[in-house]
Nanobody
Framework: QVQLVESGGGLVQAGGSRKLSCAASGRTFSNYAMGWFRQAPGKEREFVTTISWNGGSTYYADSVKGRFTISRDNAKNTVYLQMNSLKPEDTAVYFC???????????????????WGKGTLVTVSS
């Protein structure tokens, strides 16, 4: 089992920045690709970004490319999401996910992830 706990959500003005963290405990963190997904009110959960087990590969949804940065610290069992130039449409609950299959699976969407956190709400005001 892997437990994932997100933090860092809150209210931010449009154009501002926010950094989310996801702390993992349980099985070996470095065995897993990690990713962030989000779910806006009334919408389906969608892929945001993913990072490979060693941080060597990262992928982003087109909607956040150039504004968001994912990173990980395997020594701290933590993955981060730095969000810049935030827009009201970025408002959502952000979920951390872990999957042993790799980044390719996360890029396909939220179905079948090994583990999920409970999410943290980010609200971007205009």
């Amino acid at each position: 089992q892997v437990q994932l706990v997100e933090s860092g959500g809150g209210l931010v003005q449009a154009g501002g920045s926010r950094k989310l963290s996801c702390a993992a405990s349980g099985r070996t963190f470095s065995n897993y690709a990690m990713g962030w997904f989000r779910q806006a009110p009334g919408k389906e959960r969608e892929f945001v970004t993913t990072i490979s087990w060693n941080g060597g590969s990262t992928y982003y949804a087109d909607s956040v490319k150039g504004r968001f940065t994912i990173s990980r610290d395997n020594a701290k069992n933590t993955v981060y999401l730095q969000m810049n130039s935030l827009k009201p449409e970025d408002t959502a609950v952000y979920f951390c996910a872990a999957d042993q299959s790799g980044t390719w699976r996360m890029r396909r969407g939220p179905t079948g992830m090994d583990y999920w956190g409970k999410g943290t709400l980010v609200t971007v005001s205009s």
